[in-house]
Every structure is written in structure tokens, then in C-alpha cells.
């Protein structure tokens, strides 16, 4: 057979440039990147977003110890973003790890690495996040920050398991801090440290007079929406203030504040409570919540709860001089932000599909979906400062519902990696334990008792497979 050289090609294709077609060189041919080195350099890229030393923090918390099928920090960290970003089930982790070389590892050993990885990632988050900080708080010396819960549930679980609590940096649309907790831990302001010139916006359920004063004392600032019964305000005379009374006073539009106390463990505070009353409509919807959420608990809704149900009031520590009443009104109304974050976690990256029934397991899969989250939020920033124009612009901004999409593919294909279906059947026979059903199964499997069915009736050759050509 004729061979071809190097020099041959590239006369070949230089002489085709006359005919109109397009030239390509040997150069080009050999120095093409493979779709396989290109995942490999993009998941290199991806851990640099991370701003800590990955082998260190691993050995420090015993993340990794003896490193006989997993043995650097980099693939352990792959196996969690596998299990909990590609979402695949313990076994098709291992099938996975096997096709990239990482390890040759069985279920239940990959459990087990995950279930020792949850205090590094909290590590990895943890430094992130705190870098983030810095960032912002060099950018923007006053930050709006907003802080909500969502409930998270276990698989079988009709109640709440598991709790994320997330605060939100307003002006950059960044996760500014983050805790997952059980169902113990509770919704409240003193999970989240606060700086002077914070402005906090938060519902009812962190109106807690103890959180609450312990921003005030370390010089935050609130708008915070309060309830008729948990929030007790007074008088400057320490004399119980009549929330009920006030309200009733209210015009029909227009806002209205008053000067209120609060007493805490850390002292007493003066705030400004501001309300108004809500339209008719609003106001029964309000109330027709209030019943349904009563009957589903069997109880009579108190009727304070259902008058109050037509006003929204809060408290805040904004200066009247620079935040009139209709302000701190408008402002409040941006707390809807940090819902949509949570909406967009669920739906992209399917933080509330929990499949894993062990806490510790559970824990390592939802702290990898926000390391995830930090992560494409890292690459936003690498964007927006290779096209300000386009992240910066308000009158046609991008969506960040498309965009946190494909920050989650890329981040999906950087994670899993190039695997050819050639390199798949070449591997095939290694494979075996992970696609065969597991032998603790009692039941036997219908498709398999079908083919032995047949195979008593018709022979064996009826059930053979066809032959390859």
C-alpha cells in the first residue's frame, strides 16, 4: 500500500487552494484538540474556581485517606459532582469511574466515599463563599442581602427533611451564604454574620426578637416583615405597643409608620414600623390562604390572624431622612429575588430531587448542587468580565434562567467527560457488575423469567441473539 508523507499532504492541500476549496495542513490535522482533550482542559478550568488547596483540605478532614482505587483529591471531587450534578445513582458512578480510569469501585464503596466527603465540602464552600465577600464587599461597601429557606425532602418523605438556608446578594445576583441543616435547624438572621452597612431583607419567619437584635447591635440594618404575635413591639415607656389599634387607624392607600421599641438579649432597639392596608382583593386572598392552611391542621383560624391577613407591616432601622415609608415598601418587594434562586436551583439543577435516604449521604448530595451553583456562578463572573456590556445591560438583560441552563451543561460535560461508544463496548465485559441486577433483589425479574419461559417452549436457538454482521 502507498503511504502518504507529511510533506505530501501538505502539497495536496496548498495545491487545492486555487480551486476554491478550503486548505488544511498536516499541522492542522495533528494539532486539532479531540473532543476528549478539550472536556479534560475544561474540567481543569473548572477547579481553578475553586480558591483552595483541594489535596490539603481532602487530608485535613479525612475526605481521603488510604487512596487505593481513589487517589487524588481531584477525582474524589469528580465522584461527588458525578453523583450529584449528573445525577446518577450510585452504581452508574462506578460504572463511570471505571471508564475514566478513576477507580474500580462498587456501590457501595462509592457510598461510602461520598459519605466521608461531606466536611470538605462544606470546606470547599465555605472558601469560596468567603472570597466571593471579599470581592463584594470591595465593589459595593453597602449590600442588600436576603435571606430565605427552602425545605428539601427525603425520598418517601411527605414532610420537610432537610433545610437549605441561603442568603442573597442583591446588587450582584451572587449566593452570598449558604447552610444546609435537618429539620431541627430553624430559619433565622443569626445564621448569617452581618457587617456594618448590611441591609437585610427577610419575611416573617426571621422576625425573632434575639436574631434580630444581634444585627442591630453589630450596626446592620433590617427590613423585616413581621407577625401580629411573634414580634412584640412597645412603647419608649417599655408599655406594650397595640398593633391591632394602629392598623385599624390606616388610610386605605397610603402607607404609614410609627416610632416602635424592641427588647432583646442584646439590648433595646428603636425601630420604624411601617404598614399598609392591602387592596379588598388582596386581602381575601390573603384570608383564604389563612383558612385553607387552618383547615389542613384542623384548626379554627384565630381571628387576628385573619385581620391582619389585610395589612403587610414590617420593621427597619433605615434612616427616615434617606428611606421614606413608600421606599421601604419597594424595597421589601425585592425579596422575591431570592425565591427565584431557589426556583432555578430546584428546576436546572434539581436540588429538590433527593434520592439519597442516609443523612450523611444526603448532605454530601446537596452540599455538591450548591458547590455546583457557586461554581457556574464563578464562570458568570469570568463572562461578564469578558462582555460587561452584555451582563451589564438593564434594559434587555440576560436571562438568568438560560444562562444558569447552560452553566449547568457545560459544567455536566466537564464533569463526565468524553466517552466514546467504542471505548464503552471495549469495557463492556469489566462492566458486568454494575449493569446486572443487584443479587439482593428478592424478586425475580420478569423480563429474565420471559426469556427462560421461551426458551422451555420455542429452544434455545429462538431466543439467540441475531448474529453481527
Request: aromatic fraction near 6%; hydrophobic fraction near 40%; charge should be positive.
Amino acid at each position: 500500500m502507498d503511504t502518504i508523507t507529511a510533506q505530501e499532504i501538505n502539497w495536496v492541500a496548498l495545491e487545492d487552494q486555487g480551486s476554491g476549496t478550503t486548505s488544511v495542513t498536516w499541522d492542522d490535522l495533528t494539532s486539532a484538540p479531540s473532543s476528549h482533550s478539550l472536556l479534560e482542559e475544561e474540567w481543569a478550568e473548572t477547579l481553578q474556581t475553586i480558591p483552595v488547596d483541594l489535596e490539603e483540605t481532602a487530608r485535613e478532614t479525612k475526605a481521603l485517606q488510604r487512596r487505593r482505587e481513589i487517589k487524588t483529591a481531584t477525582d474524589l471531587l469528580r465522584l461527588v459532582l458525578a453523583y450529584s450534578v449528573c445525577d446518577w445513582s450510585l452504581r452508574l458512578v462506578g460504572l463511570w469511574a471505571v471508564l475514566k480510569n478513576i477507580g474500580n469501585l462498587s456501590d457501595v464503596a462509592v457510598m461510602k466515599r461520598l459519605q466521608n466527603a461531606q466536611a470538605w465540602l462544606e470546606i470547599l464552600i465555605s472558601a469560596m463563599l468567603k472570597a466571593r465577600r471579599v470581592e463584594l464587599k470591595a465593589a459595593h461597601p453597602v449590600r442588600v442581602r436576603i435571606v430565605d429557606g427552602s425545605s428539601i425532602s427525603a425520598p418517601g418523605s411527605k414532610g420537610t427533611d432537610y433545610r437549605i438556608h441561603l442568603n442573597l446578594d442583591l446588587g450582584s445576583q451572587r449566593i452570598d451564604g449558604v447552610e444546609v441543616t435537618d429539620v431541627s435547624g430553624g430559619e433565622s438572621l443569626a445564621r448569617h454574620p452581618s457587617q456594618p452597612g448590611d441591609i437585610w431583607l427577610a419575611d416573617r419567619g426571621y422576625a425573632r426578637g434575639p436574631a434580630v437584635g444581634g444585627v442591630l447591635k453589630a450596626q446592620g440594618e433590617i427590613v423585616v416583615r413581621i407577625g401580629w404575635a411573634t414580634f412584640p413591639l412597645e412603647h419608649q415607656d417599655k408599655t406594650s405597643f397595640d398593633l391591632f389599634a394602629w392598623l385599624r387607624q390606616l388610610p386605605a392607600t397610603e402607607p404609614c409608620e410609627q416610632k416602635v421599641m424592641i427588647t432583646t438579649p442584646e439590648g433595646r432597639f428603636s425601630l420604624r414600623l411601617i404598614a399598609q392596608r392591602l387592596p379588598p382583593q388582596a386581602a381575601e386572598k390573603n384570608r383564604r390562604r389563612v383558612r385553607k392552611q387552618a383547615n389542613r391542621k384542623g384548626r379554627t383560624p384565630d381571628k387576628r390572624t385573619l385581620e391582619a391577613a389585610g395589612y403587610v407591616f414590617m420593621v427597619t432601622n433605615l434612616s427616615s431622612l434617606s428611606w421614606t415609608a413608600t421606599q421601604v415598601l419597594q424595597l421589601y418587594r425585592l425579596r422575591w429575588q431570592v425565591e427565584l434562586i431557589f426556583k432555578r436551583l430546584k428546576s436546572i439543577l434539581d436540588l429538590d430531587q433527593l434520592r439519597a435516604k442516609g443523612p450523611a449521604l444526603a448532605q454530601t448530595y446537596l452540599l455538591g448542587k450548591i458547590l455546583a451553583a457557586l461554581i457556574i456562578e464563578a464562570r458568570t463572573d469570568q463572562a461578564a468580565q469578558r462582555c460587561p456590556s452584555l451582563f451589564g445591560d438593564t434594559q434587555r438583560p440576560i436571562s438568568l434562567w438560560r444562562w444558569t441552563r447552560i452553566g449547568r451543561d457545560f459544567l455536566f460535560n466537564a464533569v463526565r467527560g468524553h466517552i466514546s461508544w467504542h471505548h464503552f463496548l471495549n469495557r463492556l465485559a469489566d462492566l458486568s457488575r454494575y449493569l446486572r441486577i443487584s443479587s439482593r433483589c428478592d424478586r425475580q425479574n420478569q423480563a429474565a423469567a420471559a426469556r427462560v419461559f421461551l426458551r422451555r417452549l420455542l429452544g434455545p436457538q429462538a431466543l439467540a441473539p441475531p448474529a453481527l454482521s
